[in-house]
């Protein structure tokens, strides 16, 4: 049986364990990264695709951003559109900061590749995956991998490994608490081939249904249509898909220009915090802690906060000074509460809510009511701007 010593085992080779090892590095802690799935599969999975400007800065830093700052589209706002009319929030201007439209993809494969440049242990399709002795100094995870179990022992876990991992699920149930709550709607994306219709992200609230237009790449467009979660994607052809879109985006004098549908998908939105994310030598961070609806385009970045305050605290406790490790949970969920917030404020606030028809037209003359206010007020735009583009850690 193989065994290993480190000092910090990371169980899923996502953005979050992956930006995690390749901090620790940076500052000369050594890690080894555990992954259930195959590298191929990990650098195939499509996610979000906006960083705040901070997790832009925090990439650069740790030289991830060659092809961040060459590839990366930089947004200097939103449009907000409501009852036919289009209204661009311009973050630039309000509080001078800025967003990066940049895939999750595109992170994992930066990762990855100065991973693999630096020769760092990495163990992908390892199986039965699971994790010991937490409460004491000397944790353990082990594992198989082509039949051969493994047994690294380390100072620390950490959980990386998202809604569904062992991590999380390996902390008694009497010692955390689940905060759950799903929402009556999913989101419909597709991935296609046309060049983006717009220069700066779309959200559109409209009688239909929310509608969002994003992009990828100057060649690559991302949209969104809210959907019934229980729908089958079957049931939307492309040319349903596009009409949907040109319905609830379409604005007079703006075209939105069609391609060839290359994915397609139905995903369900929830939100999900755990009452903790650390217990004795074990960390969560990213989704293994926290879930948040799409629609504020924090799910990626949730995880960088995290992965940024739980490296400083590794760092500071390897130089004698416990103070930030200890902080780390109770820190980075008061920020996680905040980020939980918006997103649910957005999301509800550009969804069509279901409901008998009184209650229904109801919601949605609140919502142009928010969203009006939202667009003439200052104010309100400053706080949109602060919080879309990244609260400070």
């Not at 559109?204 to 060649?219: C, I, N, V, Y």
Request: avoid cysteine; proline fraction near 4%; hydrophobic fraction near 40%.
């Amino acid at each position: 049986m193989p065994k290993e010593t480190t000092r910090i085992a990371i169980i899923g080779a996502g953005p979050a364990g992956l930006l995690l090892s390749w901090a620790l590095r940076d500052a000369g802690i050594d890690s080894i990264v555990v992954e259930n799935r195959s590298q191929d599969y990990v650098l195939a999975r499509i996610r979000a695709g906006v960083l705040e400007q901070g997790s832009v800065e925090t990439l650069t830093r740790l030289g991830l951003g060659a092809r961040l700052a060459t590839e990366g589209l930089v947004h200097d706002g939103i449009y907000l559109q409501f009852a036919g009319e289009r209204h661009h929030i311009d973050f630039a201007d309000l509080i001078g900061r800025t967003v990066t439209v940049y895939g999750q993809q595109e992170v994992v494969k930066d990762l990855v590749a100065a991973h693999t440049n630096a020769g760092s242990t990495i163990y992908y399709e390892a199986a039965d995956v699971a994790v010991h002795d937490l409460t004491s100094t000397s944790p353990r995870v082990t594992f198989t991998l082509d039949g051969e179990q493994h047994d690294i022992t380390a100072d620390f876990v950490v959980g990386a490994d998202g809604f569904h991992g062992v991590s999380r699920a390996s902390i008694p149930t009497e010692a955390i608490m689940l905060y759950d709550r799903s929402y009556p709607f999913a989101w419909l994306g597709i991935l296609a081939d046309v060049a983006p219709s717009t220069d700066e992200l779309i959200y559109a609230l409209h009688e239909d249904g929310f509608a969002m237009h994003s992009m990828r790449s100057p060649s690559v467009s991302r949209l969104y249509l809210q959907v019934d979660p229980a729908g089958d994607i079957q049931n939307w052809s492309d040319e349903r898909i596009w009409d949907a879109l040109q319905r609830r985006l379409g604005i007079p004098g703006w075209t939105l220009h069609e391609g060839v549908i290359t994915e397609k998908s139905i995903t369900p939105m929830r939100s999900f915090v755990a009452s903790r994310l650390d217990y004795h030598s074990l960390f969560l961070v990213g989704d293994a802690g926290h879930i948040v609806p799409p629609t504020g385009a924090k799910g990626l970045n949730s995880a960088i906060s995290d992965v940024t305050q739980l490296a400083a605290g590794l760092v500071d406790h390897y130089a004698g000074d416990d103070t930030t490790l200890a902080g780390y949970g109770e820190a980075a969920l008061a920020r996680q509460w905040r980020t939980q917030q918006f997103s649910q404020w957005m999301t509800e606030m550009l969804h069509r809510h279901p409901g008998d028809l009184q209650s229904a037209a109801f919601d949605y003359r609140s919502q142009l009511g928010q969203l009006d206010y939202l667009t003439t007020s200052l104010h309100a735009q400053r706080s949109l701007a602060e919080q879309y583009t990244g609260l400070p850690l």
